[in-house]
């Protein structure tokens, strides 16, 4: 193999003068470069790279570390990178942050692992001088930002002149007639999305005009995330246009105005793109700034190889123009919409944000059908008697489409109030629905009665961080004997719970209970209930609550009360998740849609702070909403047009991206959502072992009403809990006071 002196000797040079040569740390004659250049190839010499560094205590890897490859902007700054360093002896080292701060952290502690020798990086939190400068500059690894400054940190810095490029597009949208403009931008303690919103702003006063707190949209700078708060905000509020500081921005909001049944045009987009040799189709937005992302990765690249080469010389920041186009040319501003149908569609819903994320997506059923939907908000406890009463004949307030919690759909359709939805369900392929899922949320008597909207089993959460932190793990093990692991049955979910509450200062308390009201404490009860294999009804319609199964259950529940946050009987199915999102609990079990915020859960998952896994007991209820249709509705067919396009799978998409969770089965294998959100595999999978809360039908067509049932069955572990009774005393008079119903309802009263 030949070696360094052959080269030189080949050459007719000096064996440092070929050491210059490869490693560009000295200016080499191009006569004398052309000879070594000659010399390698008649020879076949390969540097030893590895043996250099070795000798040298580096190795020749450059860490490059962008908040990912979705956006045109990153793409082509790897591009400029990937150009600039080839053939130069040193390899790209890539890794993602997605603007997450735990995700950078363990990158950078990756790239020192390896023992890189420099950095290039787009910080997610420019607050970490201190580590950056401790870590990496003091530790002689140069390093170069782009885009965001790190206040105090004396580097090389690139990055392009926005706040000139969104002045001046700002000021094309005003001189268009487009006065109330909106600005969608990235975090504020990113430097550059803050010289914009100042840019936008400062365009606006120059014009007369004011800049309003509505105008400056914060969004995570990702497709999803501006989708999600473009639905948000036109719930309230209406630009004339919009400009986003991201290609990825510019997609969601373009995306979204389509979906949400704005006319092409009406609200024109523009961004801050990148430099494309098609000037005509490169961007999704009417109109968007160049920026040269290329040249920002080329010229990072060699302020990078000049701090290596002179780690002494002076440190450098370049700013890179921006092209903005001198004019354009946008459809004059609608002087006001269409008025909207005065006879609109009246739909009862549940108030809970999961459906005010579906309410933002009611433009495009608009769009669709012409037909406006007005949606009628209520909280749980009085959704259902509001059923009820609405539907008397002559109420000025009946509803044409309600929302229906899967337990009251059998009583619903078997008093009348919902009305039969055969003729649509035949228009309908049943398949894009979860397997059977109809049987739950549909069918009764033979009959089709709803249209599932909301699937939701039970699903354990716990605190990952805490399952995996390795003095715990040990901690647990001689405490229980036990690996800390998800808990597979209820006796270790309540042994879990003891531990996190009494053993360790890990968080304030085991677990989280909700037992302020019926309906949120019967789940607690009935899913302990299954696990233990008992039930409330028999197929045959009797009461069998009073049995072994129950008995085993109850104490269960009981065993875990000392070790949950002690205001259990004041807790809802928000507050509990509210607590263990703030860390306070270790963890609980509920249904996905209480976990309402999807960036912050998909952050969570990301940062592997939050798992989730099949309850405890492995025997889920099946939770889940349904719409139904008024029997009396004069707007049958505006009604069940709103039912079908509830279900389109378009919409469901759109409505997961918002948080909400459909039964549509396809979502849940969308290789772009399970991306987006790591946990739909798991929820898809407790569908097969997740069960619905059955209630007995009677000879005479009476259903059982679930609240009275969950009001019964609450009221004596209510009694058991406050030491009023035993437990054997409690589950006895559950099951008498289950018999009083089953007969009430079967004398006709």
Known sequence: MPTIRDVAREAGVSVGTVSNYLNASKPVSRSASDR???????????????????????YPEIGVLLPNLNDSCYVQIYQGLERAFQGSGYFLNVSFSYDIPELESGALQDFLRKNICGLILVPAQPENREFLQNRFLDAGKPLVLLERAVPGLETGFVRFESEDAV???????????????????????????DACVHAFSDALQDAGLPCRPEQVVRAELSREDAF????????????????????????????????????????????????????RTHSVAAFSAERPAIRMGTVAAEMLRAQLRHPDAPLSSVVLPCRVPESIRLPAPAACRPAAPADALHVLMLDTPFVRAFQSLLPN???????????????????????????????????????VDIPWLPALAANGILAELG???????????????????????GGYYGMPFLYAPQIFYYRRELYENPALRAAYERF????????????????????????????????????????????????????????????????????PAAHKACRALLDMLPFVKPDYLEATDVSIVDDFLRGETAMLITYPPFLTDAVDLRKSSLTGSIGCALIPGRAPLLGGWSFGVNSRTQKRAEAEAFLKWSCDEQIVNCYMLLGGHGAVSSAYTNDELVNLYPWLPLYRSTYEIARPTRLPELPDGRVLSSDRVDAAVCRQVYRMIGGMC??????RSAQLELEA?????????
Not at 380 to 386: E, I
């Open 228 to 279: 999600r708060k473009l639905a948000s905000l036109l719930q309230t509020d209406r630009p004339d246009a919009i400009l986003a500081t991201s290609e990825s921005a510019a997609a969601g909001v373009t995306e979204g105005l389509r979906l949400l049944g704005i006319r092409e045009g009406e609200i024109p987009v523009c961004a801050l793109g990148e430099e494309h040799w098609n000037r």
């Open 167 to 193: 002045r001046n597009m700002t000021g094309l949208l005003i001189k268009n007639g487009r006065i109330h403009p909106c600005l969608f931008c990235g975090p504020g303690d990113y430097s550059c999305e």
């Open 36 to 58: 070594i250049k000659a010399a390698i190839d008649r020879l076949g010499y390969a540097q030893n790279l590895a043996a250099r560094n070795l000798r040298a205590g580096s």
């Open 365 to 403: 059923f608009e769009a669709q059908t012409g037909i406006r939907a007005e949606l009628t908000l209520l909280p749980h406890r009085h959704l259902l008697n509001r059923i009820g009463e609405s539907c008397r004949s002559g109420q000025d307030d009946a509803f044409d489409v309600c929302l």
């Open 423 to 445: 003729s649509l369900f035949r228009t309908i392929d049943e398949s894009v629905f979860f397997p059977g899922c109809l049987d739950a949320y549909s069918r009764f008597r």
């Open 480 to 547: 229980s004997g036990l690996p800390l692991r998800p808990p597979v049955a209820l006796g270790e979910y309540a042994l879990q719970a003891q531990f996190f509450t009494e053993k360790t200062d890990a968080v304030h308390c085991g677990a989280g209970i909700s037992a302020a009201y019926d309906e949120c404490f019967a789940p607690e009860i009935y899913l302990r209930l299954q696990a233990c294999g008992g039930a409330l009804f028999d197929r045959r319609g009797h009461a069998v609550f009073d049995s």
């Open 726 to 731: 035993s437990v054997e005393d409690g589950v």
């Open 741 to 749: 119903l089953l007969a009430e309802a079967r004398s006709g009263f």
